[in-house]
């Protein structure tokens, strides 16, 4: 048992997992590195009395309660959930299979909503905690080439935000973080699928699209270490933001999305506000 912070990391093995659990460890507190292949986690992390290395994929919700049990009989507490395990399924909507999709929403969607219900008990019990998800600008746009990744992370958008309003009355706290482009392995080969299901009516989009994508890998301007950080720097709030836009581009994103809503709105609005029944007597 420790008096420290405990940070409950999914993912933790590569990419920037990785970084965020060297960070909560440098920062003094006590972690949970999570991921599907146990080695992977203890070479990238290390060894330490503070880390315990737990396997977990996110996609089991077995694994997920089985996990939390572990962290709880090691440190007795979890106090920030980082849901970070991700992957990419690339492709045009047509050449993406029902199969694709589903793979792409059990590990970015329905694998935080696994982990998060095993941790949640945990947390009201301690009538404190925060839960940290990573989403994307996927989470705000939608891109060409992304459909099933954009859903994913739609999906957790609305998801949070809505259990925001839920669990607040229990002292926890929630963010979303939109990452820009990181540095990360998520455009390598370990992370990113292209659609089984290709159809001839895409083919030359699709080629261009699948080497422009692969070729922006170890190319992003964004540093996960620093994103990490930032991070740390986010839990140690009294009240952290609901929402947290990672790097620049993801800033300008924001904003983008943000007067473009704006604009649409206002573009019918006279339309818009015209719908109520009519009073009649």
Do not use: C
């Not at 507490?77 to 045009?92: E, P, S, T």
């Not at 994103?227 to 933001?241: G, S, Y």
């Amino acid at each position: 048992m420790s008096n420290k912070k405990v940070w409950f990391i999914t993912g933790a093995g590569r990419g920037m997992g990785i970084d965020i659990g060297k960070a909560a460890l440098a920062a003094g507190y006590s972690v949970v590195a999570t991921g599907r292949d146990i080695k992977q986690v203890e070479e990238a992390l290390g060894k330490s009395e503070n880390l315990l290395v737990v396997a977990l994929d996110v996609t089991k919700q077995s694994d997920a309660n089985a996990a939390v049990e572990k962290a709880v009989s090691r440190f007795g507490r979890i106090d920030v959930l980082v849901n970070n395990a991700g992957n990419f399924y690339a492709g045009y909507f047509e050449d993406l299979s029902q199969a694709d999709i589903e793979r792409q929403m059990n590990t970015n969607f329905y694998g935080p909503l696994n982990v998060t219900r095993a941790v949640l008990p945990v947390l009201r019990k301690q009538k404190s905690g925060h839960i940290i998800t990573i989403s994307s600008t996927a989470g705000l746009v939608g891109i060409e080439f992304g459909s099933a990744y954009a859903a994913s992370k739609f999906a957790v958008e609305g998801w949070m935000l809505s259990l925001q309003s839920e669990v607040a009355q229990f002292g926890i706290n929630t963010t979303i973080v939109n990452p820009g482009f990181f540095r990360t392995d998520l455009l390598s080969k370990k992370s990113m699928t292209f659609g089984s299901n290709p159809q001839a009516a895409y083919k030359e989009k699709r080629e261009q699209m699948e080497t422009g994508w692969s070729g922006m890998a170890g190319t992003q301007g964004g540093d996960p270490k620093k994103l990490a950080n930032a991070l740390i720097e986010i839990a140690r709030q009294t009240i952290p933001p609901k929402r947290f836009m990672a790097g620049a581009d993801a800033v300008a994103t924001s904003k983008q999305v943000a007067a473009e809503l704006l604009a649409q709105t206002a573009a019918f609005e006279e339309l818009s506000s015209s719908l109520a029944l009519d009073n009649k007597k």
